[in-house]
């Protein structure tokens, strides 16, 4: 599967914003995705998972209540939906896919896009 992230930008802190993950090849429903970020000097971290039917998620709680992860398997892409944008939010996402049930961790996923910078100004 390929995975294409776009959507990426500029925010002002208390902002919202919504990246998408485009998945072509295999059906975006035959994996589970996930959304990792990577600020500068940082290593890759968890965001959000979601399961292949969209019916569980998972959250890192530093952005629990503020983020919110979805996916529409017909137009296999995947959503992440960012509101209440702190500036330690800035970092490149990447969204990612494996095979079988969402795991956190990076070296966990088989497949990745290439990222959308989100920075968020104080």
């Known amino acids: 599967v390929q995975l294409q992230a776009s959507g990426g930008g500029l925010v002002q802190a208390g902002g919202s914003l919504r990246v998408s993950c485009a998945a072509s090849?295999?059906?975006?429903?035959?994996?589970?995705m996930a959304w990792f970020r990577q600020a500068p000097g940082k290593e890759r971290e968890f965001v959000a998972a979601?399961?292949?039917?969209?019916?569980?998620?998972d959250y890192a709680d530093s952005v629990k209540g503020r983020f919110t992860i979805s996916r529409d398997n017909v137009k296999n892409t995947v959503y992440l939906e960012m509101n209440s944008l702190k500036p330690e939010d800035t970092a490149v996402y990447y969204c990612?896919?494996?095979?079988?049930?969402?795991?956190?961790?990076?070296?966990?996923?088989?497949?990745w896009g290439q990222g959308t910078q989100v920075t968020v100004s104080s």
């Open positions: 979601v399961s292949r039917s969209g019916g569980i998620t």
């Open positions: 090849g295999r059906p975006s429903g035959s994996y589970a």
């Open positions: 990612a896919a494996r095979n079988g049930m969402i795991l956190t961790h990076f070296n966990q996923y088989d497949y």
